[in-house]
């Protein structure tokens, strides 16, 4: 069974950087759909960046050129470097995948996604 594992989340200043890491668990390397997601308290989970096998990537407007979505081809973990981080990036971050195609409308959409992860705390102060 697909089990994805996300790690790295932590407190840090406004201005200053994480690295979020997703493991997967019984997962597909070769063909690949995969997404982070954010959740705040009180606000709807949205999609923050998108990657597929292919190396296409997929950003929200708020993150763009400042969180970059990348698979470490060492060990095939799905990683988003936050760089710049402001308050408002503070959430909930998950790990969501498919291995089933993810249309491109539905990339940085919830229900794009079949697997998700349990998340991992970003708080900015």
């Known amino acids: 069974h697909v089990q994805l594992v996300e790690s790295g989340g932590g407190s840090v200043q406004a201005g200053g950087s994480l690295r979020l890491s997703c493991t997967a668990i019984g997962y597909p390397y070769s063909t690949y759909f995969m997404a982070w997601f954010r959740q705040a308290p009180g606000k709807e989970r949205e999609g923050v960046a998108s990657i597929d096998s292919d190396g296409e990537t997929t950003y929200a407007d708020s993150v763009k050129g400042r969180f970059t979505i990348y698979i470490d081809s060492a060990d095939n973990i799905l990683n988003l470097q936050t760089n710049s981080l402001r308050p408002e990036d503070s959430a909930m971050y998950y790990c969501?995948?498919?291995?089933?195609?993810?249309?491109?409308?539905?990339?940085?959409?919830?229900?794009?996604?079949?697997?998700w992860g349990r998340g991992t705390q970003v708080t900015v102060s």
């Open positions: 969501a995948g498919d291995v089933e195609r993810v249309p491109p409308y539905l990339r940085l959409r919830r229900g794009g996604y079949k697997y």
